[in-house]
T-cell receptor
């Protein structure tokens, strides 16, 4: 089955700097890659996603890049703010399969 | 609130007892998923429904676990003879069967503590 690895497990960034979180996946049939943000005690919320027919997607301060050949994708957050502090999970979904396989999460702390 | 809702939000039970959780998806969503999340880990897939049909079950879902979605709307997840290892957050998610959106919307979860 699919295996998703995520790095780093913790990341501290000065407010205003950029943060990058990386994930790799094992199943070349995966075609959908969402990123979820989970604040303490809250539900995971989708912040951005990308499909395998696209190499990059941006939404304001957040961007995701996908390298299908290398089977890795990354989340980029620019101009970080204190409210960006949370745990971020990447996930992958195999074509014609509904379940999401999640990474182990990255705890991002923005230092004011 | 028109999002995914789950009930109860917290459940403390003694080992060996049965527990049942409920999930109400977003009303027009025909797909419903159950995940389990332990501390410091990402959600792990348990099972999913399309309408009332249970289409996939994870190997994580032992014989003590059963899920239903009898009318294609709300779903229940029952754990029989609970064990301490069942302690986790149980998350429900729903999505619309659409080629334009794959997003799964998560509920707030039910935190189960088995003592």
């Amino acid at each position: 089955g699919e295996n998703v690895e995520q790095h780093p497990s913790t990341l501290s960034v000065q407010e205003g700097d950029s943060a990058v979180i990386k994930c790799t996946y094992s199943d070349s049939a995966s075609n959908y890659f969402p990123w979820y943000k989970q604040e303490l005690g809250k539900r995971p919320q989708l912040i951005i996603d990308i499909r395998s027919n696209v190499g990059e997607k941006k939404d304001q301060r957040i961007a995701v890049t996908l390298n299908k050949t290398a089977k890795h994708f990354s989340l980029h957050i620019t101009e970080t703010q204190p409210e960006d502090s949370a745990v971020y999970f990447c996930a992958a979904r195999r074509q014609r399969n509904e379940k999401l396989t999640f990474g182990t999460g990255t705890r991002l702390t923005i230092i004011p | 609130d028109t999002g995914v809702s789950q009930d109860p939000r917290h459940k403390i039970t003694k080992r060996g007892q049965n527990v049942t959780f409920r999930c109400d998806p977003i009303s027009e969503h025909n797909r419903l998923y159950w995940y389990r999340q332990t501390l410091g880990q990402g959600p792990e897939f348990l099972t999913y429904f399309q309408n009332e049909a249970q289409l996939e079950k994870s190997r994580l879902l032992s014989d003590r676990f059963s899920a239903e979605r009898p009318k294609g709307s709300f779903s229940t997840l029952e754990i029989q003879r609970t064990e301490q290892g069942d302690s986790a957050m149980y998350l429900c998610a729903s999505s619309l069967d659409s080629s334009s959106s794959y997003e799964q919307y998560f509920g707030p979860g039910t935190r189960l503590t088995v003592t």
